[in-house]
């Protein structure tokens, strides 16, 4: 089964800092995504992290506050910029392996609290 | 466009009665379908999926969901709740450019 590894597993951020949320795959993948569970909610989709270009996002998330990056095929990182209390949320990627594939991947999240 | 929808929120149950938690969804075409179960402070964990095979599917734990073409739904059973079922579960369609739509989520209450 895949293997994803997500760093770091929890975190408490000061409102107005930025934090950096990496995904390492423990084989080279075609999509990485990246998602958000807001507190007793469902996931959201909120970008296609892109092997060597922008990311592509979702309606409703913007680069500016979400900048992915993607530089190889097994990495990926999601950088929540400038928190307030309402980015408190668990933020998960998500990996297909191979184009046609019938299942995604999940890592084990981020649970991020802002104070 | 796919989208999927669990009729329920919130179940309720006693223990060692069965189990149904709903789901419907839309899809353009044939959809794989999957059931995650998610424990408080714990990350997901699936349960079973559907992708073109049997339509009636077993997961782990003694869960089982059938896929009903012609009635868009993908509803998960298990015969005997156990308290430690109580979680919140997300019924999921999956595209094949790799993306995963969920549902809002059903919490499962069990009481003894």
């Known amino acids: 089964s895949a293997v994803i590894s997500q760093k770091p597993s929890r975190d408490i951020c000061q409102r107005g800092t930025s934090l950096t949320i990496q995904c390492q795959v423990d084989?080279?993948?075609?999509?990485m995504f990246w998602y958000r569970q807001q507190p007793g909610q469902s996931l959201t989709l909120i970008a296609t992290?892109?092997?060597?270009?922008?990311?592509?996002?979702e309606s409703g998330f913007v680069i500016d506050k979400f900048p992915i990056s993607r530089p190889n095929l097994t990495f990926s990182t999601l950088t929540v910029s400038n928190m307030s209390p309402e980015d408190s949320s668990i933020y998960l990627c998500?990996?297909?392996?191979?184009?046609?594939?019938?299942?995604?991947?999940f890592g084990q999240g981020t649970r991020l609290t802002v104070v | 466009a796919q989208s999927v929808t669990q009729l329920d929120s919130h179940v309720s149950v006693s223990e060692g009665t069965p189990v149904l938690l709903r789901c419907n969804y839309s899809?353009?075409?044939?959809?794989?379908l999957f059931w995650y179960v998610q424990h408080p402070n714990k990350g997901l964990q699936l349960l079973l999926k559907?992708?073109?095979?049997?339509?009636l599917v077993k997961g782990i734990n003694g869960f089982e969901a059938e896929f009903k073409k012609s009635e868009t739904s993908f509803h998960l059973t298990k015969p005997s709740a156990h308290m430690s079922d109580a979680a919140e579960y997300f019924c999921?369609?999956?595209?094949?450019?790799?993306?995963?739509?969920f549902g809002d989520g059903t919490t499962l209450t069990v009481k003894p």
């Open positions: 998500s990996v297909q392996y191979r184009v046609g594939d019938t299942e995604a991947f």
């Open positions: 559907y992708t073109s095979a049997a339509t």
């Open positions: 899809s353009s075409y044939s959809p794989s």
């Open positions: 992290a892109n092997q060597g270009s922008e990311a592509t996002y």
């Open positions: 084989s080279q993948v075609t999509m």
């Open positions: 999921v369609v999956y595209t094949n450019a790799g993306k995963s739509t």
